[in-house]
């Protein structure tokens, strides 16, 4: 009896452990992980802005709030926002902020979806430039409106 025990705990952690640790495992299972956004930062859409890095997060934050995203990890320590792009359409999106020097910030908006990411950006970017304003109400992103970059 001891014997099945120590098989079914050795393999659940066997099964958990994998290729990534137990913790990247656990974040994955809850779906809140960010390790697929940090696989395609290569890819991801890059704009600097002239501000400081801590105003343009909490800009960011603002903005996200005012267009209704479902962000599910705010890391400070590692200057990353993880998103959905909406309560109804969970594709993950990542925005990651770099301090390029002190009055400077680079912002990369990553995600496995080319469509989420250019959403996103667009949304981001555009709101940051001025050549968009926000939503007058929270929860109104429609990230099915045709057009959204000319198309």
């Not at 400077?104 to 667009?122: H, L, Q, W």
């Not at 992103?141 to 045709?146: I, M, Q, S, V």
Request: aromatic content about 10%.
């Amino acid at each position: 009896m001891i014997g099945i025990k120590l098989f079914l705990l050795f393999s659940v952690f066997c099964f958990l452990s994998g290729c990534s640790g137990f913790k990247e495992t656990t974040r994955g299972f809850l779906g809140v992980s960010t390790k697929i956004l940090e696989d395609n930062r290569e890819g991801a859409m890059k704009k600097d802005f002239n501000a400081d890095l801590p105003t343009i997060h909490q800009k960011i934050k603002d903005i996200l709030k005012i267009e209704g995203v479902y962000v599910y990890r705010d890391d400070l320590s590692t200057n990353l926002i993880a998103l959905y792009v909406s309560d109804a359409d969970t594709t993950p999106v990542g925005i990651f902020l770099t301090e390029v020097d002190k009055n400077n910030t680079r912002i990369e908006v990553a995600s496995p979806s080319t469509y989420g990411k250019e959403v996103i950006a667009d949304i981001i970017f555009g709101t940051l430039d001025g050549t968009r304003k926000p939503k007058d109400e929270k929860g109104k992103t429609d990230a099915k409106k045709p057009g959204l970059w000319g198309k």
